[in-house]
């Protein structure tokens, strides 16, 4: 919804220009009707991380001073039962967040064998039951549903070992939501990406809400803040790496509990930015 970007135009108007991207078509339009008073200070384009450089120099805009990631989904799309975020209305099993892409998660329970479905789950969604919610979703083919899905895993995991913290779906829905939208190879593609667009003194700033999004983050803020990155056992600097960024937060930063409070979604996020060299 703009939160972030009307904040920053706030503070870069008049004379700075933001450059907005999504893959989620419904967010562009929904920026635009947001930001619609900012004028020509706004940019708005549809399309993913990985294209940065490419949609930032189609755009005009050959360097930046800041380069913001907010990582995951919206509330937005997790709302909307017709999306197929969410385990707790029903809906189709879709999970794209660009309507054009091919791959859905119905492809993925109903098509990917047991084997693919347990890796998924368990690289991506940290399920350690992955092998059970695996070969239940293969026995009770097709799944059709979000509901189907949820009654799945319901069914896979023993009453007794269900978490306390989160729903016993959360884990596998969040697995199938990175692997449908390649969510990581993106991050890994966009971080990359945006050092390359970055002024010098310019900060790169992400927004990441679980664990594997903060895990690249934090090891390419750490390779890249070095000048050499050769095994801590060879004599002898090799690689020829040298440091690009200076990070700037040593730990994350977290959301104070009066702001848990007003948005519990907001519980699991984790600020770090680092500076351009």
């Not at 920053?8 to 907005?20: A, S, V």
């Not at 805009?61 to 990582?71: E, G, S």
């Not at 596998?172 to 970055?198: H, P, W």
Request: one cysteine or more; hydrophobic letters at 40%; a positive charge.
């Amino acid at each position: 919804m703009a939160g972030h970007a009307r904040q920053i135009l706030e503070r870069i108007t008049p004379g700075g220009r933001l450059l907005g991207i999504d893959r989620d078509p419904e967010a562009v339009e929904a920026g635009k009707r947001a930001l619609a008073s900012y004028g020509r200070a706004v940019t708005l384009v549809q399309g993913r991380f990985s294209r940065l450089q490419e949609l930032a120099a189609a755009s005009g805009f050959t360097h930046a001073d800041l380069v913001l990631f907010d990582f995951g989904i919206s509330s937005a799309q997790l709302d909307d039962p017709e999306r197929g975020f969410s385990f707790r209305a029903e809906g189709p099993l879709d999970m794209r967040m660009d309507s054009a892409s091919e791959l859905t998660a119905a492809t993925i329970v109903n098509q990917f064998d047991a084997a693919e479905i347990e890796r998924i789950l368990r690289e991506y969604g940290e399920e350690r039951w992955a092998r059970r919610i695996a070969q239940f979703i293969v026995v009770r083919r097709p799944l059709r549903t979000t509901r189907d899905l949820t009654a799945a895993v319901e069914a896979a995991i023993p009453r007794k070992a269900w978490p306390r913290d989160i729903h016993v779906a959360t884990r596998t829905f969040q697995g199938l939501r990175i692997a449908v939208n390649d969510e990581l190879g993106e991050i890994e593609s966009g971080l990359t990406a945006a050092l390359e667009i970055l002024n010098p003194g310019g900060r790169m700033a992400t927004i990441s809400f679980h664990s594997l999004e903060d895990r690249l983050v934090k090891s390419f803020f750490n390779v890249e803040s070095k000048d050499c990155i050769c095994p801590p056992q060879q004599p002898v600097c090799t690689c020829g790496h040298r440091a690009t960024l200076r990070i700037i937060t040593r730990r994350p930063v977290r959301p104070s509990d009066e702001e848990v409070a007003s948005n519990p979604r907001a519980r699991s996020a984790r600020l770090r930015v680092a500076q351009r060299l």
